[in-house]
């Protein structure tokens, strides 16, 4: 029996920045930014949308009645919580009218936590075929103004469903993982920006990369040739580039081409979004599916999730019949288009209305958010959502 993933959402907010913009504004080359750092636009996210109100604005794109009857499985993969007790998977079962004989809880490590919950989703849709589970990878990324990290910013929710009889992908092989204590990215709790070592987290990534890579193929009996692609959690593309550079010289320079090429797709949705944190993987993997025109039905694709602190993982997942979703790329392509370009001092603003860490009664300016689902107000230690 196959199992794997269905459907596959996202939604980031409809602000960003032009990272030339940012350069000129912090007295940097762009191609600094546009090149060395890979990036080309930036999701900024305005306070009334936040971890909940992302999940539930790109989950309600692909979640049908028949969805909503066979979930009974909802994991919210994050490290932008909106509360230390109740998780956001709560919020968000509330939001869209799941069915409540379902299980709900939030999971945190870092850039892995959607990886997690993909494969607790796996094995639990592999012991129970007839049921599907809801995976959610969702955060803002901020590293604050002015800073090394601030080109490496972004935000946006991605929602999977897992089924038996996938139609977009199925898990094929036993995944690789390895797990370290290291202190290249974290977030103590009475702060609202991430501590980052940025430079050493550039090295352990690569390192923990190339450690489940050889394991992965080593246990699967698999080597460079048997890919189609390799996509990679994408904290900036140059990461990703970094990574696929590692294990290039172990391919024929024809499919050094193809997997640069394959790469070069995988990392269209990210370079004009930023980083995701934990969804961001499969942001880039979605990318893949919708702008490679050179994929086809059974083709091996692989994937690296990296959360820092540190966990890595890689595993592979082979395409189902019905990867390519016309709908998708229509709504992306539309979604990112409309998006609307904000001056740097504008994203500034926006950036420190960032909701302080007390507690405090204030309406949002929710009637200027076009999103369906928006927070609207903070009342008696409460977050108040509604959608349109
Ligand atoms: P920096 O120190 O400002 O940049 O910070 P730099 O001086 O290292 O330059 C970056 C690159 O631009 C270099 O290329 C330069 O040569 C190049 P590289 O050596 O890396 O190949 N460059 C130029 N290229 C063309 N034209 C120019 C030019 N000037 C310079 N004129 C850094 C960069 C990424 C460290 C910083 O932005 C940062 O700290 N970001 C946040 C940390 C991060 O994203 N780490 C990634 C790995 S950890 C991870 O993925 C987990 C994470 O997602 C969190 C989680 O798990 O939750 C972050």
Known sequence: MKVGIDKI???SPNKYIDMVDLANARNEDPNKYLIGIGQKKQAVIPNTQDVVTMAANASQKIINEDDKKSIDLIIFGTETGVDNSKSAAIYLQNLLNLNASARAFEIKQACYGATAGLQMAKEYVTNHPDKKAL?????????????????????????????????????DGESAFHSDDIMDFWRPLYRTEAVVDGHYSNNVYVDFFKNTWDKYNQMNGLSINDYKAITFHLPYVKMGIKGLRAVLPEASELKQEELKNEFNVSKIYSENIGNLYTGSLYLSFLSLINNSNDLKTGDR???????????????????????????????????????????????????????????????LDWKSDDAEFFLKELKDNQRIYDHK
């Open 135 to 171: 995976v959610i990878g969702a955060d803002i990324a901020r590293y604050g103004l002015n800073t090394p990290g601030e080109v490496t910013q972004g935000g946006g929710a991605i929602s999977m469903i897992v089924s038996s009889d996938p139609s977009i992908a199925s898990f």
């Open 9 to 11: 959402g996202f939604y």
């Open 301 to 363: 694709i692989g994937l690296f999730s990296y959360g820092s602190g540190a966990q890595g993982e890689f595993f592979s997942m082979k395409l189902e019949r019905s990867f390519k979703n016309n709908y998708s790329i229509e709504e992306i392509d539309s979604m990112m288009n409309s998006r609307k370009k904000l001056t740097i001092s504008e994203y500034e603003t926006i950036f420190n209305q960032w909701l302080p860490i007390k507690n405090i009664n204030m309406e």
